[in-house]
């Protein structure tokens, strides 16, 4: 256990911090494979209301990278290749 306030501070802060790391990386694990469900709906049917579906899940995601890349949950390099990775997937539907 921790001696002193400054270490028991720490504590506190990488709990708060850990948390906050877990919604974000869970979320956008969740939110990116609704968004492969989308898009294998759209293969299927080709009804252009799935498609616009997978669009609005994919701004969505863009939120959430972007934020957690603010907040230096996600690397700047690691930000930019899985949004890239998803529009090209969009793109090529």
């Not at 270490?7 to 694990?29: D, E, H, T």
């Not at 609704?34 to 049917?45: A, G, P, Q, W």
């Not at 930000?79 to 969009?90: D, V």
């Amino acid at each position: 256990m921790a001696n002193n306030k400054s270490a028991l501070k720490r504590i506190r802060i990488a709990k708060r911090n850990r948390l906050q790391n877990k919604f974000y990386k869970s979320s956008v694990r969740t939110l990116i494979k609704m968004f492969f469900k989308r898009l294998e709906e759209y293969k299927i049917s080709g009804d252009p209301a799935d498609k616009v579906k997978a669009q609005i899940i994919l701004s969505s995601l863009y939120s959430l990278i972007d934020k957690g890349s603010k907040k230096k949950i996600f690397h700047k390099n690691t930000a930019a290749r899985k949004k890239s990775q998803l529009a090209l997937k969009l793109k090529m539907c």
